[in-house]
């Protein structure tokens, strides 16, 4: 009896350390599942927040990009304007002096017709 005793004593000790260490492997279980949900729950945090950070930054340059080409598309519309311009312009002297170039010979041939019908 004695030793059936030592042996229910034995075996509920051994039961006990074994729930003990069952206890402490299910703490450690859960403990490191908390920890993976905590840095894979942070980690999807911070690919959002870089997500968003490079839409951001997407949009803006973006923003940019359509500014510099509307700018630069409405300087080339004044510099065209410009170029029309001058080149109106030049056009209108040309013909002026193109005219003047014209009466400077229609006087000289008439000039020349007088002197000629003089002589005979």
Known sequence: M???SVF???FS???RDRLTREGRIMKQLTD?????TNKWEKEGMERERDTQQLKSQLEHH????ATADHDFEALIVRELG????DL???????KVEDDEIVEALNRYTENL??????ID
Not at 32 to 36: R, T, Y
Not at 88 to 94: C, F, G, L, Q
């Open 2 to 4: 004695e030793m059936l």
């Open 13 to 15: 000790e051994e039961r």
């Open 88 to 94: 109106e312009k030049e056009k209108n002297e040309r």
């Open 8 to 10: 229910q004593n034995e």
């Open 113 to 118: 017709q007088k002197s000629l019908s003089v």
């Open 62 to 65: 973006e923003n940019n990009r």
């Open 32 to 36: 490191h599942a908390q920890d993976l």
């Open 82 to 85: 410009a170029l029309r311009g």
